[in-house]
């Protein structure tokens, strides 16, 4: 979207497009099954799809960003239909069909079937044959590169398939390579998005925001030891009327939501299975059971194809009997600090999706996923047009090259040290027992003195030392981003003493608005210590209701605390 | 659900560093996919093998690899309990780059040739009004799928780097194309796929529509895409 | 034995050697790029696993077809040679088709007709795909009945060819 954008208005542009993995078919959009929120129907409005953002969000939104979401997804929906050639499913009027999504007062989730973002994804993959950009699959980033004035220069890369490092000068350079929610032992995305994006900005010296924020989606799928284990089983399928049950046959949401049941969002359900797994009356391998076979196994069979389907491999069928789900880490709603134009406070370097935090707050609305890669991925296209040519090529600092490529070459020249995967493995487990669905200070604090061994142990990791398509290398690049992103959830985490959204503290239960309508960012200190400060949030559009804190008293904290004012 | 079993699965791999195979033996779990026995081998056996996947649901198309000869998606294919053996190789007709892992770059050459973006026509400004059950519709949504896997291409027979030939999943795109009322290159592209390296070098093998993990039938795409230059596009 | 008729004996020799050697290029290519169709006890256990890998035997009818189609052309190359003898040589004519009542001579004649026999029913199927629209599976199905007639036909056939053998 964001290269589509930067070629439209700026033809002459030389844009180079560097993945990971495969251009446009890794990550995690292609992965989008629900849909895409966006405000078409002249009985919907702006108000309402921001309320319900900031409702789920619990308030801690950056209310700006949630707005500018909110009032250019229909344009992006209205870009990908008669431009880039997407076809979402219509009624039978021929119209756009919109459908219910959990905590929306409104039918706008646009969708094609069960999976919308395969569509999405594939039509903008075809533009790049339109726009040909310069394309480095298969090419990570390492490091983000800034000159003397801590401008962007560019960044340093590795070529995956060769194990060729270079070095890539940009006037601008747009960060966009998605969350770290995979350090989770169980989770639900592709397996690149190890925050590499989030710890790159973050080693650059950027603010992070709202790290404590991880969200969980309650229908993952349990395969045993199998990597299909935390996969997504529709949010629908909670739409539609599928009970939860726990080991002893009871329908739990009973006790946590008795309006809503199921249909509580993400943040409740995900709560409510994971105590009752941590209270004993789980399934033994540690999950609870999703029916929806009361709805007649034909209805089933033919509303979720691809969710049957994807329970048939496990050899389980989902039309007929239970399954069994557990919470699975998914989204991360934090991420850096940016304004709406994707800018951040470093010169030339712009952040957008999930890499960004302040969109969705404490929770994120199921369906505003896609349609935030898709319109910050817009609107960084767009500025990036008008800021490169204002810009001139910087000469990166060499010290700063030789450094990135040293830490990235190092794996391979150790003969001897601990496996990649081990490591890897220990980090899921510690973050999913310290820093999971459900937390407290002690496990906190515990799972902090893990990182603190697991960076040590992953520093001095051997791998084989064929430098092509070397996935053990690679996972250790991997590894050491997600500890650096573990490292500034935990410390976000420790300070939030409330419960909000997905951040759920057993010993402060509580929401509390009259001290916690603030946001955490996280930042790299000197010694290489999280600094941690706390900002009110701004509400710019709109307060808490019905029982926000008083005004008066939210002006005079905002006096008292003033606000560090990220560079804009 | 997952009772340890000591039962062992024999895995033979072809590499591309010493130009051989090797043989593993693998614990079994269960349920396997064989993108597990993958990372079994490399976790326990040699950290050193070379494939490749990403989001391990079926919707990236990255994980594409032969198993007994037959291209499949290895994050979705269960290991039936009773197989005690298995051979694995890269997909056939696209340059290896090490290991099982290939150069998708000839699949998407052949891809971008049919011009695989809408070319909107004149006047689409709105989200055009089309009912789900009209006819164009009912040729494209059971095509739409596709996740560019690369398993058409090569069980193809006829589509290989070192051939001109457009292949399934190029031809299946066009197609689409080509029926969708929203676009105005139909013509061109259908001069394009009938030309000598497109739908006649097909000699219906049927590869394609056998092992597409995704269900779409590339082949019905090329036998109409013959009949619409005899009879016209539909409009 | 006279010159014209070594000389064809040689010219049939080569026909020969050009069609196994076809047939060794194209599995050999077919090993490397299609598909791994080549025979091996993983193709068998592919084989009896589900229905739709049946639809590997349209592959195998591609290969036979390629076969077939490129022997009964270099024969027919030669074929046109020694007919055409009868325009200006029409003792060496008579002297080369005395060798088609050979007994070797009618074997090859009879692996000859079936090559014609598949060749042509195979084509027929592939054009009825194109008009009656045929899946994957109706196809199939066409297979057996062009192989069924090719079997039928080439046994009738290749009776009539070796009876003056046994008479």
């Not at chain 1, 308030?59 to 700006?64: A, I, S, T, V």
């Not at chain 1, 951040?344 to 505003?368: I, Q």
């Amino acid at each position: 979207m964001c290269v589509l954008h930067a070629a439209q208005a700026a033809p002459e542009l030389d844009i180079t497009i560097v993945s990971k993995g495969a251009v446009g078919r890794s990550g995690c959009t292609r992965m989008v099954q629900g849909g895409f929120n966006a405000v078409l129907s002249p009985d919907d409005s702006f108000e309402l799809h921001f309320r319900d953002t900031l409702e789920g969000g619990k308030y801690l939104n950056d209310q700006e960003l949630a707005w500018t979401l909110i009032n250019d997804a229909p344009k992006v929906i209205h870009e990908l239909e008669t431009r880039v050639g997407c076809f979402f499913d219509r009624g039978e009027d021929g119209k756009i069909r919109q459908k219910a999504f959990a905590g929306q007062a409104f039918d706008r989730t646009v969708h094609r079937g069960d999976l919308t973002g395969i569509e999405i994804m594939s039509r903008l993959l075809d533009q790049t044959f339109r726009i040909k950009p310069r394309e480095l699959g298969d090419v990570r980033a390492l490091d983000l590169l800034l000159d003397e004035a801590g401008e962007v220069a560019g960044l340093t890369m590795l070529d995956v398939r060769t194990g060729a490092v270079a070095v890539l000068r940009a006037r601008v350079v747009v960060v966009a390579t998605g969350g770290a929610a995979t350090m989770y032992r169980i989770a639900a995305p592709a397996r690149e998005k190890t925050g590499d994006g989030v710890a790159m900005c973050y080693r650059a010296g950027l603010e992070l925001r709202d790290m404590e924020m991880m969200q969980f989606h309650p229908t993952g799928l349990l395969a045993g030891e199998s990597r299909l284990t935390g996969a997504v089983l529709e949010e629908g399928l909670r739409g539609a009327g599928a009970y939860l049950y726990n080991a002893h046959g009871e329908r739990y949401m009973e006790r946590y939501d008795p309006e809503r049941m199921e249909r509580a969002t993400r943040d409740i359900v995900s709560r409510a299975s994971y105590q009752e797994i941590m209270s004993g009356r789980g399934t033994p391998a540690g999950g609870v059971m999703i029916d929806i076979s009361h709805l007649g196994a034909e209805e089933v069979e033919r509303r979720f194809a691809g969710m049957v389907a994807r329970c048939r491999q496990i050899g389980q069928d989902l039309a007929r009997e239970p399954v069994e789900i557990s919470p699975t880490s998914h989204f991360a709603m934090g991420g850096v600090v940016i304004d709406e134009y994707c800018q951040t406070s470093v010169p030339g370097l712009l952040v957008a999706g999930e890499d960004a935090g302040g969109v969705h707050g404490a929770n994120r609305l199921g369906g505003n996923g896609v349609a935030e890669s898709t319109v910050f991925g817009a609107r960084a296209g767009d500025r990036a047009a008008i800021v490169a040519p204002e810009r001139d090529l910087r000469d990166p600092d060499p010290a700063q090259v030789a450094a990135s490529v040293d830490r990235a070459l190092a794996p391979l020249q150790r003969e001897k040290g601990p496996s990649p995967f081990q490591v890897t493995r220990d980090l899921k487990e510690a973050m999913w027992e310290g820093c999971g669905v459900v937390r407290d200070r002690e496990g906190l604090v515990r799972a902090r003195e893990r990182i603190e061994e697991l960076t040590e142990q992953a520093a001095q990791i051997a791998v084989p030392e064929t430098p092509q398509v070397n996935n053990a290398w690679q996972e250790t690049l991997d590894l050491a981003n997600q500890l650096t992103v573990a490292r500034a959830m935990i410390d976000s985490a420790l300070v939030r003493e409330e419960s909000r959204g997905a951040h759920f503290r057993s010993d402060y239960s509580e929401q509390d608005n009259a001290h916690w309508l603030r946001y955490i960012v996280a930042r790299r200190g000197e010694g290489g210590e999280t600094e941690i400060s706390l900002h009110p949030v701004e509400l710019t559009r709109k307060r808490p209701e019905p029982d926000g804190p008083p005004a008066e008293e939210l002006e005079r904290e905002d006096l008292e605390e003033g606000r560090e004012d990220v560079k804009r | 659900m997952t009772e340890p079993s000591s039962k062992k699965i024999r895995v033979t791999v072809s590499r591309s560093d010493p130009g051989t195979e090797r043989t593993f033996l693998v614990e079994r779990i269960e349920p396997m996919m064989v993108l597990d026995l993958l990372i079994a081998i490399q976790r326990e056996h040699d950290p050193s093998i070379g494939f490749r996947y990403s989001c391990r649901v079926a919707m990236c198309g990255t994980c594409t690899l032969r198993m007994d000869g037959r291209a499949i998606l290895a994050c979705q294919t269960p290991l039936e309990p009773d197989r005690d053996k298995v051979r694995l190789d890269p997909l056939a007709g696209l340059p290896v780059v090490r290991d099982l892992v290939v150069d998708m770059k000839p699949f998407f050459e052949e891809w971008a040739r049919v011009k695989p973006y809408l070319e909107p026509v004149e006047g689409l400004d709105e989200p055009a009004r089309i009912r789900p059950d009209s006819p164009e519709r009912q040729i494209i949504d059971p095509s739409l799928d596709c996740i560019t896997c690369g398993a058409c291409y090569s069980s193809c027979g006829i589509a290989d780097h070192k051939r001109d030939f457009l292949g399934p999943a190029a031809l299946n795109r066009a197609m689409l194309l080509i029926a969708d009322s929203r676009d105005a290159a139909g013509a061109e592209r259908l001069d394009a796929v009938t030309a000598s390296d497109g739908v006649d070098r097909c000699h219906y093998i049927y590869g394609c529509s056998a092992v597409c993990p995704k269900g779409l039938d590339p082949a019905a795409a090329i036998r109409r895409l013959r009949r619409w230059r005899l009879e016209g596009r539909p409009r | 034995m006279t010159l014209a008729q070594a000389l064809f004996v040689v010219a049939l020799a080569g026909v020969l050697v050009a069609v196994v050697g076809f047939g060794f290029v194209m599995v050999s290519a077919a090993a490397r790029s299609g598909g791994g169709s080549y025979l091996s006890t993983g193709l068998l256990r592919r084989l009896q696993r589900s229905p739709e890998e049946r639809a590997e035997f349209n592959r195998w009818a591609f290969y036979a077809h390629r076969f077939t189609g490129f022997a009964v052309f270099a024969f027919l190359c030669l074929h046109i040679v020694d007919i055409s003898l009868y325009t200006f040589a029409p003792g060496a004519f008579d002297e080369v088709h005395v060798l088609y009542g050979w007994t070797s001579m009618r074997i090859f004649e009879c692996g000859l007709l079936f090559a014609i026999l598949f060749h042509t029913f195979n084509g027929l199927r592939i054009l009825a795909i194109d008009f009656a629209d045929l899946g994957s599976r109706a196809s199939r199905g066409l297979l057996t009945g062009a192989v069924v007639l090719t079997v039928l036909l080439g046994l009738g056939g290749s009776a009539v060819i070796m009876a003056p053998v046994f008479a």
